[in-house]
C-alpha cells in the first residue's frame, strides 16, 4: 500500500540554524500538508499546498517557515532560522482531493538546541 | 472561538465491551468530521470520516455517529481488543469554511484490559 514518507525521522539543530524537512507524497495525491506536534499536546495544522502554491495557512506558519516541492515529487518544509519553541513532531499529510482524508508520514522529530 | 473537545483523561474499557469516545465542537459548522488513530511517536491513521448530511457510518468494528444539532460525533469500538489502545482523534477542517487543513481535538487515550 503506498504511504507518505518523511526524512529525516530525527533532526539536531541548533536555534537560528535553518532546516528542511522532506516529504515524498503519494503518487495520485494532489493536495499536501504540514502539522506539527508539540510532546503532549495536539496535533496543529501548518499549511496547505495544492497546484504548486499555498492553499491554507494557520497563524503558527509565519516568515519562519516556507514550503515548496521543488522537483515534482519531495514536498519540503523549510524553518530559516530555529527557535527553542519550533521543537516538536512535524507530519506531512496528503490527499487525493479536498475534504476527503489525509494520509499522515512518519513524522520528523525536530529537536532545536 | 472554535473549539474541539475531547475526553483528554485516559478512557479505561474490559476486552469485548464497546468504547464509546466523544468529540464535541463549538463555533464550527464543518462539512465533515474524522476520527484518526494515533500510536505513541507516529503519524495519524485515518479511521472515519462522516458528512454533515450522514447520521451514522460503520466500518467494520468502528462505528461514528454524527449530530450537527448537539455539535457531537460518538466514535464506537465494538468488542474491543488490547490491540485498540492508542489515543484517538477528532479532527475538523480548520475554518469550517471549505478550507482544507484539519483542526484536531487533544485525543483521548483508550486502553483495552485483557
Known amino acids: 500500500e503506498p504511504e507518505v514518507t518523511q526524512t529525516p525521522s530525527h533532526q539536531v539543530t541548533q536555534m537560528g540554524q535553518e532546516v528542511i524537512l522532506r516529504c515524498v507524497p503519494i503518487?495520485?495525491?494532489?493536495?499536501f500538508y504540514w502539522y506539527r506536534q508539540i510532546l503532549g499536546q495536539k496535533v496543529e495544522f501548518l499549511v496547505s499546498?495544492?497546484?504548486?502554491?499555498?492553499?491554507?495557512k494557520s497563524e503558527i506558519f509565519d516568515d519562519q517557515f516556507s514550503v515548496e516541492r521543488p522537483d515534482g515529487s519531495n514536498f519540503t518544509l523549510k524553518i530559516r532560522s530555529t527557535k527553542l519553541e519550533d521543537s516538536a513532531m512535524y507530519f506531512c499529510?496528503?490527499?487525493?482531493?479536498?475534504?476527503?482524508?489525509?494520509?499522515f508520514g512518519p513524522g520528523t522529530r525536530l529537536t532545536v538546541t | 472561538s472554535q473549539k474541539i473537545e475531547q475526553n483528554s483523561e485516559a478512557l479505561n474499557i474490559q476486552e469485548g465491551k464497546t468504547a464509546t469516545l466523544t468529540c464535541n465542537y463549538t463555533?464550527?459548522?464543518?462539512?465533515?468530521l474524522q476520527w484518526y488513530r494515533q500510536d505513541p511517536g507516529r503519524g495519524p491513521v485515518f479511521l472515519l470520516l462522516i458528512r454533515e448530511n450522514e447520521k451514522e457510518k460503520r466500518k467494520e468494528r468502528l462505528k461514528v455517529t454524527f449530530d450537527t444539532t448537539l455539535k457531537q460525533s460518538l466514535f464506537h469500538i465494538t468488542a474491543s481488543q488490547p490491540a485498540d489502545s492508542a489515543t484517538y482523534l477528532c479532527a475538523l477542517e480548520a475554518s469550517g469554511g471549505g478550507a482544507d487543513g484539519l483542526t484536531f481535538g487533544k485525543g483521548t487515550h483508550l486502553i483495552i484490559q485483557p
Open positions: 499529510a496528503t490527499g487525493r482531493d479536498r475534504g476527503l482524508e489525509q494520509y
Open positions: 499546498f495544492y497546484n504548486n502554491e499555498i492553499s491554507e
Open positions: 503518487s495520485n495525491h494532489l493536495y
Open positions: 463555533n464550527y459548522s464543518p462539512a465533515y
